[in-house]
């Protein structure tokens, strides 16, 4: 079984930065993709950026570009979400999730239902 933990949240004004983690159980952490993924109170989950098992390829959600930015740890077991001049419209509980194919790379990492391991979320609010 694996458990995703995310940690980092918190309330920030407009224009400041978080950073999020996601701490994995596992031995074989380093052989998945991970996502991110956020939703809003009313709204439908969201992607938000995901990264390949080896760190090598990132993807991110347009709404996110220039801002945010994913990395990973494999050593770790740790993926990050690095997010910058955030928006009060980034205010959603974020979620890492695990991609659910080995060595998964491509397209197919922005759709939710590809991920079969999920956190329990982190809050991030952002005041105007």
């Known amino acids: 079984q694996v458990q995703l933990v995310e940690s980092g949240g918190g309330l920030v004004q407009a224009g400041g930065s978080l950073r999020l983690s996601c701490a994995a159980s596992?031995?074989?952490?380093?052989?998945?993709?991970m996502g991110w993924f956020r939703q809003a109170p009313g709204k439908e989950r969201e992607f938000v950026g995901a990264?390949?098992?080896?760190?090598?390829?990132?993807y991110l959600a347009d709404s996110v570009k220039g801002r945010f930015t994913i990395s990973r740890d494999n050593a770790k077991n740790t993926v990050y979400l690095q997010m910058n001049s955030l928006k009060p419209e980034d205010t959603a509980v974020y979620y890492c999730?695990?991609?659910?194919?080995?060595?998964?790379?491509?397209?197919?990492?922005?759709?939710?239902?590809?991920?079969?391991?999920w956190g329990q979320g982190t809050q991030v609010t952002v005041s105007s």
């Open positions: 990264i390949t098992w080896s760190g090598g390829r990132t």
């Open positions: 596992g031995r074989t952490f380093s052989n998945y993709a």
């Open positions: 999730a695990r991609n659910g194919r080995t060595y998964g790379s491509g397209s197919y990492l922005y759709r939710a239902q590809e991920y079969d391991y």
